[in-house]
C-alpha cells in the first residue's frame, strides 16, 4: 500500500518519537539500575565503618574491663563502684562522687540492681535519682524521677509506693529487699566510674 506524502511524515514521526521513549526509558533504567548500586556501595562501606566502629568500641570496652579499679573500689562489668562508709546529704553525696571522678550510680539494669543492692550490704545508701520539677501546662508541675544527667528512667526498681516523685526527696537504695525508696537526710552513698 502506498501511503501519501502526509501519512508518511506522520508515520516517520511516530518512528521517531516512539524511538525516543524508547531510548529515554532504557537511560531510566540505567540510571535506576546504577543509582542502586551506587546506593548498595554506599550501604556496604557505611556497614563495613560500622563494623570497624563497633569492633574499636569492643575493644576499648575490653580494655576498660582489664583496667583495675582503685583502692576501695569495686568492679561489676565495664564500670567501677565506691561504697561510702561516710553519710552525706544526696548533694555532698553526689560532689564527693565528683571529686572521685565519677557522679552517683545510675542502675540500667536487673543485674547491676542486684550488684549495688549487695554492695550497698542492706543498709540505705544514695543512688543517682532526683525528682525534677516537670509543668504539665501554666499552673500544673508534676515531680518526676531522673538519673542526675537528665535521662529518663528505662527499668525501675521501686519499693512498693515509692515511685511517685517529691521535692523532699532523693532516691537511696535499698531497702530489706533491694528496692528503691525515696528518702531525705544523710545516708551512705554509691559512686559509679
Known amino acids: 500500500m502506498k501511503l501519501s506524502a502526509v501519512k508518511r511524515r506522520?508515520?516517520?514521526a511516530f518512528e521517531v518519537?516512539?524511538?525516543?521513549?524508547y531510548l529515554l526509558i532504557l537511560a531510566g533504567i540505567t540510571a535506576r539500575y546504577i543509582l542502586v548500586n551506587l546506593e548498595k556501595e554506599h550501604l556496604q562501606?557505611?556497614?563495613?565503618?560500622?563494623?570497624?566502629?563497633?569492633?574499636?568500641?569492643?575493644k576499648l570496652l575490653k580494655e576498660k574491663i582489664k583496667e583495675k579499679c582503685?583502692?576501695?573500689?569495686?568492679?561489676?562489668?565495664s564500670s567501677c563502684y565506691f561504697k561510702s562508709t561516710e553519710a552525706k546529704h544526696w548533694q555532698e553525696s553526689r560532689r564527693d562522687c565528683q571529686d572521685k571522678g565519677a557522679d552517683l550510680v545510675m542502675i540500667n539494669s536487673k543485674e547491676e540492681q542486684q550488684f549495688v543492692s549487695e554492695l550497698n550490704m542492706g543498709g540505705?545508701?544514695?543512688?543517682?535519682?532526683?525528682?525534677?520539677?516537670?509543668?504539665i501546662s501554666r499552673f500544673v508541675f508534676k515531680w518526676e524521677w531522673r538519673w542526675m544527667n537528665g535521662s529518663p528512667l528505662q527499668e525501675t526498681f521501686w519499693a512498693p509506693?515509692?515511685?511517685d516523685g517529691s521535692p523532699d526527696y532523693n532516691a537511696a537504695c535499698c531497702d530489706i529487699n533491694g528496692k528503691w525508696?525515696?528518702?531525705?537526710?544523710s545516708k551512705t552513698f554509691i559512686c559509679e566510674k
Open 181 to 185: 525508696i525515696k528518702r531525705y537526710g
Open 70 to 77: 582503685p583502692d576501695r573500689w569495686t568492679r561489676f562489668g
Open 10 to 12: 506522520w508515520f516517520r
Open 45 to 58: 562501606a557505611n556497614r563495613s565503618m560500622k563494623i570497624i566502629q563497633l569492633k574499636q568500641e569492643i
Open 161 to 163: 509506693g515509692q515511685e
Open 17 to 21: 518519537n516512539l524511538g525516543l521513549l
Open 124 to 135: 540505705e545508701s544514695w543512688i543517682g535519682l532526683q525528682a525534677i520539677k516537670k509543668r
